[in-house]
Structures are given as structure tokens and as C-alpha cells.
């Protein structure tokens, strides 16, 4: 009876030991998730936790997820604030993945071969993105990140072979991070001769003479060569300019970035849309 008892004591100690003590992780919708503090989880990976093969294309969730801020779990409420190393690996349904505000990081190999992923919004709580977090993302055409990026890892969206156009909205350049030791794939970008880079006007000297980011062969200040409305970054303002924005509208996107703020009034809208239609029949 003793013995019962304090196995059943232990068991219960065990469960409610900090993430750091006894990692668990629980799933809630879509997603699985991994305790890492008093509060916070991290987005991680389905399968066998043990198993580091087992983790291998196991989201198959909506083809536009969105992952919240926060989530309840046993009546305690955490703060999503990274996503976990091979949270999405090789998952081949998604499209785009919205990511909350609350996210610091994005771990290694998080959104590694995943083909369909055509676009990736990084948003400003994002400070480090670690190696091979978007490599092998075959059909990535469009990147764009958050202003408050540090560091990013080698191969972050290496093999990316249609990336065309990347917005970095830090007004530092972000640095390689030589912290980061679990992967020595290559460059951070494999598209440097054919994407176009956006980033601050402010900036644009500083990341031309970086050694990451002055590699790429066109590098503009936010807004492109066709000044504000060429939201294709194509280097001219036409009627392909309204209907890629349209697009993005569509797919419920509620949090582009300021790149493709047509009128300046710090949101963007269908009114973007309307104006850049009116700056179109102007200019004709």
C-alpha cells in the first residue's frame, strides 16, 4: 500500500516539474506543443518524441495555418514563444504558415522541405532564426522579415531554388549566428544571384557592405526600383502589382507587412488595392 502511494506521489511531482526538469509535450488542435517554462511552450513536432526520425512530414493540418499567441492546457495558459526544431519538417500541405507576435525564435530545420510553402512572413518578435530553418522550401518564392531579426543561421533558406524577392525589415543587419552549431550547411541564402533584397532605405549601404546580406546582386530599398506600389518587386508598377496584392488579400493574411502599404497609413488593406489602381490610371 505504501509502495502505491508513493509511486503515485512521484508521478504527480514528475507532471508538475518545470520544462527544463521533465520536457512534456501535449497536442491542442493542430498542433503540438512542448512546455519550456512556467508559461511558455514552444510549437514542436508530433510522432515519437524519442524517435528523431518519427517527426518526418507529421503536420497535416490546414494548408494555412495559423498558429495562436497563446494556448490553455491543464487550466495553465502559456505564451507560444519559439517553434522547435523540425516542428514542420518535410510537412507538404501548407502554403503559408501564420506565426504569432510572441515568437522569439524559429529552431533548426523547423520548415525544412516543406515544398508547398510559397511565402513566409517572419514577424518582428522574431530575433534569431536558426540554420536550415527553410531550406529545401522548393516552391518559396517570397520572404519577408520582421524588424527586430539578430542573428540568422547558415542554409536558414538555403536550396530555396524560386526564392525571388526577400524584405529585411531590421535596420541592422542581422549577423550569422555563431552560436549556432548544429548544422554547417553553406550560405544562408542559395538565391543571392537571383533574388532582389529589400530593406530599409536607411540601411541600404550597411547591408551592402554585410558579408551575409551584400551578396545578393540587387539590393533596393524597401518599396523596389518602381518606388511604392511595385509590391512584385519586378522593378515596375502595372496591373500585376494590384493583382498580386489581391492575392495576398485573399488568403486572409491579416498581418503583411509594411513593403506592401501602398498609401502609407501603416495598415494594408483593399484601400491599398484602390489606390494602387488610381496610381495606375494616373500614370497612363
Known sequence: MKTKLLLTLMLMLALSLTAEQNPYVFEDGNFYYKITGSKTVSV??????????SYLGTYTGYYLPVIPENVTYRGVTYTVTAIDDN??????????????????????????????LERAIIPSSVTRIVSAAYSFCYDLKEVTI??????????AFGYCDRLSTVVCEAQIPPILDDDDTSVLYGDCFSSYASA???????SLEAYQESDIWGRFSRILPIGGI???????????????????LVDLLLDGNNSLPAFYDVNGDGNVTVGDVTDLIDLLMNNN
Do not use: H
Not at 44 to 53: F, K, Q, R, W
Not at 93 to 103: A, F, G, L, R, S
Not at 196 to 202: G, Q
Open 87 to 116: 516542428a514542420f519538417a518535410w510537412s507538404r500541405y501548407m502554403e503559408y504558415v501564420e506565426i504569432p507576435n510572441t515568437v522569439e525564435c524559429i529552431g533548426f530545420q523547423a520548415f525544412n522541405g516543406c515544398n508547398g
Open 196 to 202: 532582389t533584397l529589400y530593406v530599409p532605405s536607411e
Open 44 to 53: 514542436t513536432c508530433g510522432g515519437d518524441y524519442d524517435d528523431p526520425e
Open 226 to 244: 518602381g518606388g511604392t506600389g511595385d509590391v512584385d518587386g519586378n522593378g515596375v508598377i502595372a496591373i500585376s502589382d494590384a493583382t498580386f
Open 146 to 155: 520582421g524588424s527586430s531579426l539578430e542573428k540568422i543561421g547558415q542554409s
